[in-house]
């Protein structure tokens, strides 16, 4: 089968920095994505790797290993408003219509 | 705005009623999605068109229709709704079916069967 595992939740204080795993189990690898969620509203796209290393764009950080089948996303300077849920978002092969196989999420809560 | 626009956002209907969710991007892509997301947040892809062409259909119960009037459109129907059908519905689209940037979604169908 196909799976990703992420935790379901993370805890973090304003102004530190937190890391949201996630370890895949797929047929074939396309690249990882991350997505966030806040409460009531729509996934948005955060950030994609096909390759290995890390992609940084302001705050927000994700890291790919494609041997360990493993990446994370890191959240830097955290604001209150980083409250949401965390989404990784596995891209499957061509068979599949490269459709995304997805995670089941992590809530991260923060701390004044 | 650009945008993928899904309306209603919030529907309440009865068991054994029809309802129809609609769905447009104005964003250029050429392929859009249906996905379910139950009360544990778990995002469940429900059916893609590519072009018009269906070519993702999961496992759903054949009471839910997809419709592609063109490429920018895509209409979800629902026949004879059911209590487990509670959830929240998101369009979204994307750039070919392999896009880098990723799907961009609408803001979801809230739908509460009573």
């Known amino acids: 089968g196909q799976s990703l595992e992420q935790p379901s939740e993370v805890t973090a204080v304003e102004g530190a920095i937190v890391q949201i795993n996630c370890t895949y189990q797929t047929s074939g690898f396309y690249g990882l994505s991350w997505y966030q969620q806040h409460d009531g509203g729509a996934p948005t796209f955060l950030s994609y790797n096909a390759l290995d290393g890390l992609e940084e764009t302001g705050r927000f950080s994700s890291f790919l290993s494609r041997s360990d089948s493993y990446g994370y996303l890191l959240l830097q300077e955290l604001q209150m408003k980083d409250s949401a849920s965390y989404f990784c978002?596995?891209?499957?092969?061509?068979?599949?219509?490269?459709?995304?196989?997805w995670g089941a999420g992590t809530k991260l809560i923060i701390k004044p | 705005d650009t945008a993928v626009s899904q309306t209603p956002k919030y529907l309440v209907t009865q068991m054994g009623n029809d309802k129809s969710i609609k769905c447009e991007q104005n964003l250029g892509h050429d392929t859009m999605y249906w996905y379910k997301q139950d009360s544990k947040k778990f995002l469940k892809i429900m059916f893609s068109?590519?072009?018009?062409?269906?070519?993702i259909n999961e496992t759903v119960p054949n009471r839910f229709s997809p419709k592609s009037p063109d490429k920018a459109h895509l209409n979800l129907h629902i026949n004879s709704l059911e209590l487990g059908d509670s959830a929240v519905y998101f369009c979204?689209?994307?750039?070919?079916?392999?896009?880098?940037?990723?799907?961009?979604f609408g803001s979801g169908t809230r739908l509460t069967v009573v």
């Open positions: 978002a596995v891209r499957a092969p061509m068979d599949s219509n490269y459709q995304l196989i």
């Open positions: 979204a689209s994307s750039l070919g079916t392999a896009s880098l940037r990723g799907y961009t």
């Open positions: 068109y590519n072009n018009k062409e269906l070519i």
